[in-house]
């Protein structure tokens, strides 16, 4: 089997949401964010497929692909196309540089109110946010919009990535960094940077580190006593 990386895809989104759910179960901004007694993993799946719906035409979404070398490997696949035959074994979601200074755009903006409009109806479908603490939600955007602020000093912009998801059993394969240096390769050509988020430090922080990524900021979302803990790291 071989690795591919490709742009997401609308087939592509049932297994990336599963490939994310299952990664980030035990994330500490998961377990902060959401009450696990009422929490549905059928709305946030729903919320799932919304973001991803908007990230194909809007932001630099990735899925890794396992599919059959040209080798023996395609033995076990006769009868299938080579499509049919991948499995998806990771994703990340990285958003594409926007200059503070310039406006968004009214394809952007409508875009917008696009994964808006799906999140309300999910919303009513599913009578509810499948305990998505609001409250915190809120809390944490606004502690992002604060850091961002407060580190991101490059008129250009920013290349920047919150979600990096690898399947159980395709972890230790360098997968991961695969769905990193597509999008890191790329700033390097435009001589951009990048941001990474994770609320894990351990092992996120090292291997990032290894990646060349280093140490930005710790943004903490407070609620009450109870306090969610983000790292901002950069390439």
């Known amino acids: 089997m071989t690795i591919e990386i490709s742009p997401m895809a609308k087939e592509d989104i049932p297994a990336v949401v599963d490939i994310v759910q299952k990664a980030f179960e035990a994330d500490p901004y998961f377990l902060w964010v959401f009450d696990a007694q009422k929490f549905s993993k059928e709305r946030n799946a729903a919320s799932l497929t919304a973001r991803c719906l908007w990230g194909i035409n809007n932001g630099l979404f990735y899925v890794a692909k396992e599919v059959p070398s040209t080798n023996g490997d395609q033995a076990g696949s006769i009868g299938r196309s080579q499509k049919d035959a991948a499995r998806i074994v990771g994703v990340a979601m990285w958003l594409p540089p926007h200059p503070p200074s310039e406006p968004e755009s009214w394809y952007s903006y409508f875009q917008s109110w696009i994964l808006t409009f799906r999140q309300i109806a999910n919303n009513i479908r599913f009578l509810g946010h499948g305990g998505l603490n609001v409250k915190r939600y809120w809390i944490w955007k606004d502690a992002q919009t604060a850091v961002q602020r407060d580190i991101w000093d490059d008129p250009r912009g920013y290349y920047f990535c919150n979600v990096i998801a690898v399947a159980d059993d395709a972890r230790g394969k360098g997968i991961g960094r695969k769905l990193v240096e597509v999008v ?34 710790e943004m903490e979302c407070h609620d009450g006593e109870e306090v969610c803990k983000v790292r901002y790291i950069h390439l």
């Open 184 to 217: 890191t390769d790329k700033a390097d050509r435009e001589g951009m940077k990048c941001y990474l988020e994770s609320s894990k430090d351990v092992p996120n922080l090292e291997i990032y580190g290894r990646m060349g990524f280093k140490f930005a900021k």
